[in-house]
């Protein structure tokens, strides 16, 4: 289970040595084109996290155009899904106003390298933790892009505030992160 750290003595103002990641919470994830019961179940669990939070806060966002299907991953994954400026591209309703102020990152793949070169331009940054969707695909690959560009920091993912796109896959994920030196808990 996870547990937040001590709440930093100044409420105002984040603890700038950690930072909490969502990973593409958006409509089209949890309740359109590749939602599921998974995703669904974990929104609550995410939200619960980001109340709980006492550092800074950022989000990244699945972004595709209108010529989806005709991209390398279109033809891989064969259904539209975070198409910019559509619902299903927003993050779900019930963390948008917690996430109003958090650096967001629009990323047309898989990992986010501007994510991960921002975090290691952060010298003061000791600990990176993730949640969000999904954990084989998208998770996965943001926690490894930032372990390879600060190899010291202590990344970790909070497994339960995750889901993949099956549970199997879930589970292989967090596995393969374990033999990254991820942190899972």
């Known amino acids: 289970m996870y547990m937040p750290t001590a709440m930093s003595t100044d409420s105002s103002k984040p603890r700038s040595d950690k930072l909490l ?15 599921t019961a998974e995703a669904r179940a974990v929104v609550p669990r995410v939200r619960k996290v980001i109340l709980d939070w006492d550092g800074m806060l950022a ?3 699945d972004t595709h155009g209108s010529d989806y299907l005709n991209t390398s991953e ?3 994954l064969p259904v539209e899904h975070c198409i910019a400026g559509t619902e299903g591209h927003q993050l779900v309703d019930e963390l948008e106003e917690l996430l ?16 991960a070169s921002w975090i290691a331009s952060l010298k003061d940054l000791k ?8 954990t084989d695909i998208c998770v996965v690959s943001n926690a490894l892009l930032i372990k390879a560009m600060r190899p010291e920091l ?5 497994s339960s505030s995750c889901a ?7 589970l292989a994920a967090l596995e393969t992160m374990k033999s990254c030196q991820i942190e899972v808990f």
């Not at 600990?127 to 999904?134: E, F, I």
């Open 127 to 134: 600990q990176v933790v993730l949640v969000g969707l999904c």
């Open 154 to 158: 202590s990344v970790r993912v909070l």
């Open 100 to 115: 109003k102020s958090a650096k967001a990152f629009e990323k047309p793949t898989f990992g986010s390298v501007p994510l």
């Open 59 to 61: 989000y990244t966002l």
């Open 74 to 76: 279109g033809k891989s």
């Open 164 to 170: 993949g796109s099956t549970k199997e896959r879930h």
């Open 21 to 35: 990641v969502i990973i593409d919470m958006q409509n089209d994830f949890v309740s359109g084109s590749l939602g």
